[in-house]
């Protein structure tokens, strides 16, 4: 009996010893990693080989963004360059890291019939869009798809608004299935349209532009205003991503054998 009870203090002890010994990484990323289902097949090699847990938050960029300046989170992975630099430049963030990238695209329905995949380029594709007042489904997050979607429509010389533009305040996944429950349009990266083609019948009606260009970075929120933030195991873990096994699981994620990312640092 005596030595069953020291067996069991022995159990306990090294589990209590492997709960603490386990740290925990607080990370914000976007809809669209988490979505896709990369984090999936990332998170477990680097929470193996470094005896961590990944916490993972998955919003918009924007939100994803105002968590680090609380010091929420110990870094963040996003993709509004714009947003990035200013949360850098305010001191919120240091090492700002290219880890990867992909593109947005523009889906409709498959009759495009306002032949969006003839137009010269994005701008002229949204135009088109608003003039005609068809059905236009934003995200309305603040998320980086969000942010690009405004950018394009300034640049369209458009301030879209009325019945036919939809803003939802929700996430990529809810503005797909909306979509194309209305066989309207809407902005999506690359991605995020991948991991849910098998379950919508949306295309993509225009896409190639370079400026749809979509770049995701990696950034360490800074110690400096927040103390707490575990700057050393966020650092593990950007050298991770942009190392050449975390760059070659990247590349070779793949749905229904199309690449969804593509690594920035090591090809």
Do not use: C
Request: no cysteine.
């Amino acid at each position: 009996m005596k030595s069953m009870t020291s067996v069991l203090w022995v159990l306990l002890l090294l589990t209590t010893f492997t709960a603490h010994s386990e740290e925990r990484l607080r990370l914000a990323t976007t809809t669209s990693t988490q979505n896709s289902g990369l984090m999936d097949v990332l998170n477990p090699i680097f929470e193996a080989n470094y005896n961590v847990k990944v916490d993972i938050i998955a919003v918009g960029t924007g939100m994803a963004l105002r968590l680090g300046q609380n010091g929420d989170v110990d870094a963040v992975l996003v993709h509004a360059p714009n947003a990035e630099i200013k949360f850098i430049t305010e001191g919120y963030g240091v090492e700002r890291l290219p880890v990867m990238h992909n593109d947005f695209v523009l889906l409709g329905p498959k009759t495009d019939v306002l032949k969006l995949k003839e137009t010269e380029n994005i701008l002229d594709a949204l135009l088109r869009i608003a003039t005609s007042q068809s059905d236009f489904i934003s995200r309305g997050d603040d998320s980086g798809t969000h942010k690009k979607e405004n950018v394009l429509w300034k640049a369209s010389g458009v301030t879209p608004k009325g019945k036919w533009y939809i803003s939802i305040g929700q996430g990529m996944g809810a503005a797909l299935t909306m979509a194309n429950e209305k066989l309207a349009y809407t902005l999506s990266d690359r991605g995020t349209f991948l991991a849910y083609k098998g379950n919508i019948d949306l295309v993509i009606v225009y896409e190639g532009d370079e400026q749809l260009y979509n770049p995701y970075h990696i950034i360490l929120v800074n110690p400096k205003r927040h103390p707490h933030v575990k700057t050393k195991l966020a650092q593990a873990y950007a050298d991770f991503v942009r190392s050449e096994q975390g760059q070659k699981i990247i590349r070779d994620f793949t749905i229904a054998g199309k690449q969804l990312f593509h690594p920035d640092v090591v090809q």
